[in-house]
């Protein structure tokens, strides 16, 4: 089974998402497809079960959160 999930963040301006994106890059490997559009932050996550979808998404969200706590900090 394959299973997919589209993830849309906007951020306050451009350089946010640009500098959050970098911040997450490191953790994409080769299941999730991040760019940025604007100020949007958009993730593309492709997996083979619901259970690794979770746990991915928990995952992405979870570093997400972190790097624009880190970001807004400036």
């Given at each position: 089974?394959n299973?997919?999930?589209?993830?849309?963040?906007?951020?306050?301006?451009?350089?946010?998402?640009?500098?959050?994106?970098?911040?997450?890059?490191?953790?994409?490997f080769?299941?999730v497809?991040?760019?940025?559009?604007?100020?949007?932050?958009?993730?593309?996550?492709?997996?083979?079960?619901?259970?690794?979808?979770?746990?991915?998404?928990?995952?992405?969200?979870?570093?997400?959160?972190?790097?624009?706590?880190?970001?807004?900090?400036?």
């Open positions: 089974m299973v997919a999930c589209d993830v849309v963040i906007e951020l306050d301006d451009v350089e946010k998402a640009k500098t959050v994106l970098k911040s997450i890059a490191v953790d994409n080769h299941f497809k991040s760019k940025v559009n604007g100020k949007r932050l958009e993730a593309q996550i492709k997996t083979n079960s619901i259970s690794s979808l979770l746990h991915t998404l928990d995952d992405y969200l979870a570093c997400v959160s972190v790097a624009i706590k880190v970001v807004d900090k400036d």
